[in-house]
C-alpha cells in the first residue's frame, strides 16, 4: 500500500458513484489531471461536504498508485472556494469554461504552470468585475495553449519577418499559428483579421495572462477579434469541438445585455 501524498488540485467534476460515495475528477499540482474516489462523501457527517464542489481549490491528501484507474482520496480541504464564481452567472460560466479545457486537454501530467495559471485565472475571474471575465479567460486560454506547447507568433509577420505598423490590421492564420501583413497577404489557411487593438492586447497577455484590475478598456469588437481567433487556433491544434462552456457564457451574456438595455429603457421612461 502506497503511503498518503498530499497536493493541491482544481475540481473539475463530481458524480456520484454509489449511496454514499462520490467520484470527482481533480486537475493537480503534482500529478495532472486525475480521478479519485471520496468515499462515505455523502454520509451526513462527512469531512467531504462543502470541501470537493466543481471549481474549488483544496489541498487534498491522496493515496496514489501507479497505473490505477481511480485513486483513492482520505482528505480534501477547500483552500479557495472562490466565492465570486458562485455569485454571477457570468463569471461562473468563464470560471466553468476553464474547467473545462482542463478536462477536454490535459492527462496524467503534472504541469505546475498550468495549474499555477488556471488558480491564479480562478481567482482573478472571481475578484475582477464581471465585465472583464471574459477578456480574463481569453488571456487564461492563450497562456494554456501555451504550456500545452502552442504558443502563436503575434510579433512579426510570418511573411516578411517585420513587425507590423501600429495602425495596421493584419490576418492570423490559426494554422500557421502566426500573423501575416497587409504586404504579405496571402491565400488559405485559417485566416482571423485582428485590429491593431485585438493585436497588442494578444502580445500584452502573451506575457501577461492575468489581468491587473485597472487595466485600459478593450474595444468588445476587439475582444470578439481575440476570441474567435484563439477558440479558432485551439481547436485546430488541440483538437475537438468548441468548449461547452463558452456557448453558456454567450447565452448568459447576451441575456444580460438585454437586461441592462431594457433596464436603461425603463429607467429612460421613468425619466
Ligand atoms: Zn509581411
Known sequence: MPGPAVTEAICLT??????????AILYTRAWG?????????YRPKSQFWGHL????????????????RLQLLSSCRAIAPWTGLTGSLTRAAFGFAVGEFLYRHTYEEN?????????????????????????QFWGFMLGAVGCLGFRPEYDVCDGCGRKPAPDQRVVFDAIAGKIICRQCRREGGRPHVLSPEALNELIKRQHQPILDPNEAELNPAALEEIAASIEDF??????????????????????????????????????
Open 14 to 23: 463530481v458524480q456520484k458513484f454509489s449511496e454514499t460515495s462520490k467520484i
Open 33 to 41: 489531471r486525475i480521478s479519485v474516489i471520496a468515499k462515505g462523501a
Open 53 to 68: 464542489e466543481p471549481l474549488s481549490v483544496a489541498e487534498c491528501v491522496i493515496y496514489k498508485k501507479p497505473n490505477e
Open 111 to 135: 504541469d505546475p504552470e498550468l495549474f499555477g495559471l488556471a488558480c491564479s485565472t480562478l481567482e482573478s475571474i472571481s475578484r475582477l468585475p464581471e465585465r472583464l471575465a471574459a477578456r
Open 234 to 271: 485551439t481547436v485546430y491544434h488541440l483538437g475537438g469541438s468548441r468548449l461547452r462552456s463558452l456557448g453558456f457564457a454567450r447565452r448568459v451574456g447576451t441575456v444580460e445585455q438585454v437586461n441592462h438595455r431594457k433596464s436603461k429603457e425603463t429607467d429612460e421612461m421613468e425619466a
